[in-house]
Nanobody, 125 residues
Framework: QVQLVESGGGLVQAGGSLRLSCAASGLAFSNYAMGWFRQAPGKEREFVAA????????GYADSVKGRFTISRDNAKNMVHLQMNSLKPEDTATYYC??????????????????WGQGTQVTVAT
């Protein structure tokens, strides 16, 4: 049974930082590309960042480029999202996702096979 469990969310002031983590189990983690998505209240779930199976190739939404960094540790079955210079518009529930196509950087929800339950990030003004 595949499980993706996010952690690290919380309340932070604008300009602050948070590091989200996602622990994966029940899958051959190093064979999957991984991504982060987010969903704000009343909005569609949107792509944030992705990286391939080795972590050597990454992709970001324009809205977070230069502020967020995605990384992975295949030895620990973990993927992280370092979020700096946070803005109120970054407030959302953040989801970790796994894509069995290891080399692709999927930007659409439909390309991902497994999802976590999400972790809430709130950025206060």
């Amino acid at each position: 049974q595949v499980q993706l469990v996010e952690s690290g969310g919380g309340l932070v002031q604008a300009g602050g930082s948070l590091r989200l983590s996602c622990a994966a189990s029940g899958l051959a983690f190093s064979n999957y590309a991984m991504g982060w998505f987010r969903q704000a209240p009343g909005k569609e779930r949107e792509f944030v960042a992705a990286l391939n199976w080795r972590g050597g190739s990454t992709g970001y939404a324009d809205s977070v480029k230069g502020r967020f960094t995605i990384s992975r540790d295949n030895a620990k079955n973990m993927v992280h999202l370092q979020m700096n210079s946070l803005k109120p518009e970054d407030t959302a529930t953040y989801y970790c996702a796994a894509d069995r196509r290891p080399v692709l950087l999927g930007v659409t929800r439909g390309g991902y096979d497994y999802w976590g339950q999400g972790t809430q990030v709130t950025v206060a003004t």
